[in-house]
C-alpha cells in the first residue's frame, strides 16, 4: 500500500518556510530581484532581532 503523507510535512520547517515563500513569490509574479531584495529586508530585521535577545 502506498503512503499518502504529504513528504513536505515532515520536512523540517525552514523547509516548509522556503517551499511557501517560493509559491508566494511564483503565484503572485513577484519578480526574482524584488524577492531577493525584499528576502535581504527581512534578513536584516531578524538579525537585528536576534542580536537583541542575545
Known amino acids: ?5 504529504d513528504p513536505l510535512q515532515s520536512a523540517p520547517k525552514d523547509v516548509q518556510l522556503a517551499v511557501d515563500l517560493i ?3 511564483e503565484s503572485n509574479h513577484i519578480d526574482p530581484s524584488t524577492a531577493l531584495s525584499a528576502l ?3 534578513k536584516t ?3 537585528r532581532k536576534l542580536s537583541e535577545t542575545a
Open 23 to 25: 509559491y508566494l513569490f
Open 1 to 5: 500500500m502506498k503512503d499518502n503523507t
Open 45 to 47: 530585521d531578524l538579525l
Open 40 to 42: 535581504e529586508m527581512v
